[in-house]
């Protein structure tokens, strides 16, 4: 008796400690695999989506713009509404870690990888490991073809700004109507962007420095 009350206990503790999901009735999709629920950015535990501006390799050859389907596939699924944990934390980039249940009771972060929108992200999880082999035995989505992933896909734009950039730090800060946005090397306005130091425009070294000083990252949902 003592062992199930002591179990109870730690259940409860634990349950305690996790901040309860936000609801939305919208959220605001930034990308393949980040959302923003008033105010507060969530990246989606477990799971890498193309960047908006990268293409993969069609089936039979070609490329197609899976960044953009990654997107679009994300807004289908929380366009009724959405809730998301925090069970990972925060990132360096201030972006909460967390599962997100969409209005239909819907896993978005397996969905995502279901239907081959989405790489699992295996460095930092396995939760969604066979899901996407699953994806994968069925050639769907991003696995139709052989294609860069997109951790390898930000790095190799990464290192090819970085010849070119002050200092070696390539992301571009920018100040427009929308405000201090900051622009990474796998942006799809990074080559658009230019910086005015003048006009208090600067450059970055990472992410982190980025969102320390006050700016955010680009929203490409619609």
Known sequence: MRSRNIALC??????????????????????????EIAGVTYRLHGIDAPEAGQTCEKKGGGKWACGKAAIAAMEDLVANGVSCDDRGGTDLYGRTIGLCVNGDGKDVNARMIETGNAWAFRKYSTDYADKEDDAHKSGIGVWQAKTEAPWDYRAHKWDVAKQDAPSGCPIKGNISKQGNIYHTPWSPWYAKTTVNVGHGERWFCSEEEAVKAGWRAPTWGR
């Open 10 to 35: 730690l259940s409860v503790v634990i349950s305690a400690s996790m901040s309860p999901p936000v609801f939305a009735a919208t959220a605001r999709v930034i990308d393949g695999d980040t959302l």
